[in-house]
């Protein structure tokens, strides 16, 4: 089974642990049954010197225990990933890894499971679904981890990804884990500070919905997340500064960094290159690439 996953952006601003947005690169994650007991990992692109071949890799422990969900026996594996997303730099690669290995290890076994199920059994190794939801499903996606009779459920719904929205990713030669990026928010927030994210949050999806860019440039700032972050992330303030000097409607952290985002609808090439000499003037050789949304998400081909 060959499966082709989204990278993804996560939060947008405010919407800390909630909000996810898919974006036009990929990983491929290609699963051979073998007999049981053997196991062969390969690896191409990113990542290429520190993801490990054997039983600790993270794609193949979500593979064992999508057989043992669907009650299957367990066998051997040939996982060949192609890596395409930068690893550790806050667009998702570990989401996508797990979503696809998550549906290539479904699909051999006979897609037992739902992509709820999928989506439940993926947010709960990877710990929260802003990523995998939309690597799982595409565009933008709204998510929450709700009670309910069995224990808890994990809420999404999908919203069509933004027509005529560009992304300008600014990747800093640099790997921000998000462990340590989680290490600097507090345990507590201010009570004003939580309803700004409110406020802002519930009209970031309205933006979306309506495709409003003149509301989405006036509600992605962040106060949940964002400022705590600035310390790990050289010039960060200075290039969302030159984003908007250049014509940008939004500039975010993705993730947990140390990726930062711009969105813009014209002149990427001059907001690309304002972010690229922002960073440089603190240091921090940076890579610019232009994305799309992904209006799809795992796609098995």
């Not at 345990?187 to 970031?204: I, T």
């Not at 006036?218 to 050289?234: F, G, S």
Request: hydrophobic share 45%; charged share 20%.
């Amino acid at each position: 089974m060959r499966v082709k996953v989204p990278a993804t952006t996560a939060n947008l601003g405010p919407g800390f642990d909630t909000l996810g947005m898919a974006l036009e690169l990929y990983n491929i994650v290609e699963l051979t049954a073998l007999p049981q007991g053997e196991l062969v990992v390969e690896i191409e692109g990113e990542g290429i010197s520190n993801i490990p071949r054997d039983d600790s890799n993270i794609v193949i422990k979500i593979i064992r225990q999508v057989y043992a969900k669907a009650k299957m026996q367990p066998c051997g594996f040939k996982l060949k990933l192609i890596n395409h997303i930068p690893v550790a730099r806050g667009l998702g690669s570990s989401a996508a890894a797990l979503v696809g290995g998550a549906v290539a290890a479904n699909e051999l076994c006979g897609n037992v499971l739902t992509d709820q199920e999928v989506l439940e059994l993926v947010t709960t190794f990877e710990g929260h679904p802003d990523n995998v939801a939309p690597a799982l499903f595409g565009g933008v996606v709204v998510s929450a981890e709700v009670q309910n009779a069995q224990g808890s459920e994990v809420v999404s719904r999908k919203i069509p990804p933004p027509y005529g929205l560009k992304a300008l990713v600014a990747i800093p030669d640099f790997h921000l884990a998000t462990k340590k990026a989680r290490s600097v928010l507090p345990r507590q927030v201010p009570f004003e500070d939580a309803l700004f994210n409110l406020s802002r949050v519930s009209m970031v999806i309205m933006a979306f919905v309506h495709n409003d860019w003149e509301l989405l440039g006036k509600v992605m700032d962040d106060r949940l997340h964002q400022p705590y972050r600035e310390e790990l992330i050289p010039g960060m303030k200075d290039v969302f500064a030159a984003a908007y000097d250049a014509g940008a409607i939004a500039a975010v952290l993705s993730g947990a960094g140390p990726t930062l985002i711009a969105f813009a609808r014209e002149n990427t090439e001059d907001i690309a290159r304002a972010m690229k000499e922002a960073f440089e003037r603190h240091g921090v050789k940076a890579t610019i690439q232009e994305l799309k949304p992904s209006p799809v998400g795992a796609k098995v081909f």
